[in-house]
């Protein structure tokens, strides 16, 4: 049953939350998805039936929370990710980050901010603003993003001059990512919104962790959600939280 998190920030963030005896899972999505996506429910029936805690929400702006989607930058839905880890889990979690957010679930544990037992990342896009949109343009499309206030990620999702800016200010591969725990990366090779040398990436700035995988699915694409291949993230889970 959805519930709401009044925050002290003045939102309203929706969440579904089940309580386990073993350790806690967070599930955190991706842009312009939501807590209801077909991976949050299947990874949720896995940790009920294993006796663990799992906790997916919306984050500002999507979903049953509340505001525009327009309205938020990256830098809202990392402190969302924040609150509700702080105010609504106990203990160390196992965060599993998919698309944006594999983004928010690295700057969550590059910033130390909550309490974290490890990582899962589903086609991570950590700093796709910069990498994935802004560096890719030319001079005259930068001005033409700065003078519009807009950029169209695909026909359907409009993004701000003000949403790339903030992305900037957000930036986890421009360092070492310095984490102690187990880190495991899943990422389609036929992945045509985010390349899965993202992933790559995001393995070479990993220092301190000596437990980190790359997992690669030949025929994945961006979405990860096919039967085998939500048997793999299970998988992937099962593996970590034993650790």
Do not use: C
């Amino acid at each position: 049953m959805t519930k709401f998190l009044k925050t002290n920030y003045n939102r309203t963030i929706a969440y579904n939350k089940v309580n386990g005896k073993k350790l806690g899972i967070v599930f955190l999505s991706g842009l312009k998805s939501d807590m209801t996506g077909q991976k949050a429910i299947a990874l949720e029936e896995w940790a009920i039936e294993n006796n663990h805690s799992f906790l997916r929400f919306d984050y500002s702006g999507h979903g049953f929370s509340s505001g525009e989607f327009k309205d938020f930058v990256i830098s809202d839905w990392i402190l969302d990710a924040k609150t509700v880890i702080t105010k609504l889990t106990n203990g160390p979690q196992i965060l599993i980050g998919s698309s944006m957010g594999g983004w928010i679930m690295l700057a969550l544990a590059k910033n130390r901010s909550v309490n974290i037992h490890s990582l899962i990342g589903l086609a991570v896009a950590p700093d796709f603003t910069k990498t994935l949109v802004w560096d890719t343009l030319s001079p005259q499309k930068k001005e033409e993003v700065i003078y519009n206030n807009k950029f169209s990620l695909n026909e359907d999702l409009e993004i701000s001059y003000k949403f790339i800016q903030d992305g900037e200010n957000n930036l986890v591969l421009n360092s070492p990512i310095e984490f102690e725990g187990s880190i495991y990366l899943y990422h389609g090779m036929m992945d045509n919104e985010v390349p899965f040398k993202l992933s790559e990436q995001v393995l070479d700035k990993i220092t301190i962790s000596n437990d980190v995988k790359l997992i690669l699915e030949k025929y994945g694409e961006h979405r990860l959600s096919k039967v085998k291949e939500i048997e793999t993230i299970k998988s992937l889970l099962n593996q970590i939280s034993n650790n």
